[in-house]
Structure formats: C-alpha cells, structure tokens
C-alpha cells in the first residue's frame, strides 16, 4: 500500500508564492510518473503538472512559466512550487503517484489552496 500525504497548501495573495510538497511512502516500485492535479467546486479534476521517470515535465497552459514541478527521488517525494499566483488557481490540489510499471494509482488527500486579495 502506497500513502501520498500533501502539505503547503495555504491562503496567498495574488502574485504571491506557494510551495507544496507530496510524499509517498510504502512499497513503491516501477514509478512511472508523479503530478499534481487540482480540482476546484463543481469542476473535473484537471492536470497540473507531471513529471515522468525520466524527468520530462509537462504544464498546463494555464500554469506554463508561473509553476515549476521537481522531484526528490531519494525521498520519494514530489514538489509544485506556485509563482505569480492568480485568483482562479484556487482550487484543491492533489498529488499522483502512477507505479508498478503503470499498474497502480494512488491519489492524495488533497491540500486548498486559495488565491484572494
């Protein structure tokens, strides 16, 4: 069983920074991708950011330029880190982890980030 705990959601102003950070533990074999997601009130759960095992990115439009996606692979662990934030990039965010060469999914349990002046 893999576990995915998030952290760093939190309230920002516009144009403000956000780090957040996905750890995962227990028995993880075969990674092939690590993401964040967000899903926000009445909305589908959208793709963030994905980072593959061999490192290539891959941004929304909407985030291009502003977020950056990175992995500590000796921690298991997956960051966002959230630049020039805008007001609808509220939303839950959610980590991803794909593993056993594509077999599993596991999802975290979501961390609320909110946008305001």
């Known amino acids: 069983q893999v576990q995915l705990v998030e952290s760093g959601g939190g309230l920002v102003q516009p144009g403000g920074s956000l780090r957040l950070s996905c750890a995962a533990s227990?028995?993880?074999?075969?990674?092939?991708?690590m993401g964040w997601y967000r899903q926000a009130p009445g909305k589908q759960r959208e793709l963030v950011a994905i980072?593959?095992?061999?490192?290539?990115?891959t941004y929304a439009n909407s985030v291009k330029g502003r977020f950056t996606i990175s992995r500590d692979s000796a921690k298991n662990t997956v960051y966002l880190e959230m630049n020039s934030l805008k007001p609808e990039d509220t939303s839950v965010y959610y980590c991803?982890?794909?593993?056993?060469?594509?077999?599993?999914?596991?999802w975290g349990q979501g961390t609320q980030v909110t946008v305001s002046s």
């Open positions: 991803n982890i794909r593993y056993g060469s594509g077999s599993f999914n596991t």
């Open positions: 227990g028995s993880i074999f075969g990674i092939v991708s």
């Open positions: 980072i593959i095992s061999g490192g290539s990115t």
